[in-house]
């Protein structure tokens, strides 16, 4: 577990440039229209606190905090009208982002270093599968609460 505390130490020393360079991916890709949607710096802002914090995010905090934070995403996107399939796609692009970033930076000598890749991954593939299931549950529930509260508001 050691090696893959200092893998993800070396992100989190990292995260500012990862979240500008997921930023300029996010803009540069043709499969993501509608973040334009999305506020530059607030985009940049999460992913920063994600990868700033990826130790805690993968190894301390719950599955109600990786929920709580993932429905608010989903739910913020469907209010920024950015389509579900966007949404999904850009935490894939922020996981990609991040194995991009590790695969140029570590170095991978010894089979105990391999190892310590091998458990970052299943880590990442842990939270990145539940960060998406959460956000998909936050968009759709936003989209049924909404035309609720358009009702609301004329009657």
């Known amino acids: 577990m050691m090696l893959a ?17 997921l930023l300029e991916r996010t803009r540069n890709s043709l499969l993501l229209p509608d973040y ?17 914090h990826l130790a805690d995010w993968l190894l ?3 599955e109600l905090d990786v929920e709580k934070r993932y429905m608010e995403i989903g739910s913020k996107r469907a209010q920024q009208e950015v389509p579900l399939s966007q949404l999904i796609w850009a935490i894939i692009l922020t996981k990609k982002n991040l194995w991009d970033f590790l695969k140029r930076e570590a170095v991978l ?5 391999i190892s310590g890749e091998l458990e970052v991954e299943e880590l990442l593939d842990q939270f990145f599968d539940r960060a998406i299931y959460y956000a998909a549950m936050g968009y759709e529930r936003s989209l049924v609460s909404e035309p609720l509260r358009k009702v609301g508001a004329v009657g």
Do not use: F, M, W
Request: hydrophobic share 30%.
């Open 5 to 21: 505390y200092r893998h993800l130490r070396l992100v989190e020393t990292h995260s500012e440039a990862l979240a500008a360079r």
């Open 36 to 52: 334009r949607n999305v506020p530059p710096g607030e985009l940049e802002q999460r992913v920063y606190e994600i990868y700033h």
């Open 60 to 62: 301390g905090k719950s």
């Open 109 to 113: 000598d010894r089979p105990a270093e």
